[in-house]
């Protein structure tokens, strides 16, 4: 009883005076708080997107924080590059980064994760995703169906809307010509000449808003949201079909590698996509979200998420072929 005296009234009452802890024989310790301020990954800390190139991985989150790890996820490197928080993340083709800050930022950082550099987006809509294109071209989308692109690495950019009061937040180049948009109201976009134009490839099913979406090609791709919901199309977006998932908690992100094509939802789940369906390989039942992640080596996935939740998720190997 009087180890729990110790502890419980060294940190119910540390900012109070010393006067009212003397019920306690042991003397104030701080170096538990200490060590946690100190400490790389934080249960402050809610990570919101990951890359990596050639030589290390990146996660960013809240409140400017940024982890570097040149060893596959074994060690990270903490970095606060600014107070604001970080939204979206890629590669570019040179394996520097670009960052999407709340503040509508468009931080570029170094091969080596260490150096970032902040350059303002021109327009006054909420930017929501970003992405590097194959060409080294710098795009983000957000709010007003607005997409916004530079092609000299953000000294200066071109901007466009389809006037439609919506939000865009998923923004994925496949090659130098095709990318998609998925956004709010179940918007589906696309262009086929490198950003150039735009247009309506399609809308998802009773305006479904898409927390996250994954193209594998110019004709199939899933979009993922609320109550567990993922969608598949097999067109290009024109039209789509519910994939069974088994599970009521939002999908929040989506990762594909040799092994396959992965789902990050809250509660720790992760969920593998065989046989036209979605099957739970996760253990964990934790109220934490995973909102990112990616494929490592020997049959690794690396998921990140609310409350600095890293999970390192060995893969189970397939013993015939599937679908992915």
Not at 18 to 26: H, N, P, R, S
Not at 185 to 201: F, I, K, N, P, Q
Not at 252 to 265: I, N, Q, R
Not at 302 to 320: D, K, Q, T, Y
Request: glycine share 8%.
């Amino acid at each position: 009883m009087r180890t729990w005296c110790n502890a419980g009234k060294a940190i119910s009452l540390a900012g109070l005076s010393t006067l009212l802890v003397t019920g306690c024989e042991a003397p104030l310790n701080l170096e538990a708080v200490r060590e946690q301020s100190q400490q790389t990954v934080k249960r402050t800390d809610f990570y919101q997107a990951m890359a990596r190139n050639d030589e290390v991985i990146v996660l960013s989150g809240n409140n400017g924080v940024v982890l570097v790890s040149s060893d596959n996820a074994e060690t990270w490197h903490r970095q606060v590059p600014t107070t604001n928080s970080f939204l979206a993340l890629d590669v570019c083709p040179d394996n520097s980064f670009i960052a999407l800050t709340f503040n509508n930022e468009l931080w570029h950082g170094d091969a080596s994760g260490e150096n970032w550099t902040a350059h303002p987006l021109p327009s006054q809509e909420q930017m929501m995703t970003a992405d590097c294109a194959p060409d080294g071209g710098w795009w983000a989308a957000g709010s007003f169906t607005t997409i916004q692109s530079s092609t000299d690495e953000g000294k200066t950019w071109t901007e466009t809307s389809l006037n439609e009061d919506a939000i865009l937040n998923n923004l994925q180049f496949l090659d130098s010509d095709n990318a998609f948009i998925t956004g709010e109201y179940g918007l589906v976009l696309r262009t086929r000449d490198g950003g150039e134009s735009w247009d309506y490839a399609g809308y998802l099913p009773n305006e479904f808003y898409a927390h996250t979406s994954y193209f594998r090609s110019e004709d199939e791709g899933w979009v993922g949201g609320l109550n567990g919901f993922i969608y598949h199309t097999t067109d290009g977006g024109v039209s789509w079909e519910k994939s069974p998932t088994d599970i009521s908690s939002p999908i929040f992100g989506f990762a594909y590698g040799p092994s396959g094509l992965y789902a990050l939802a809250d509660n720790a789940t992760v969920l593998k996509h065989a046989n036209e369906s979605w099957h739970k390989i996760s253990t964990s039942d934790q109220p934490l979200y995973l909102r990112t992640g990616l494929l490592l080596p020997d049959n690794q996935l690396l998921a990140a998420g609310g409350r600095g939740l890293l999970l390192n998720l060995e893969i189970p190997v397939a013993r015939s072929a599937s679908t992915d």
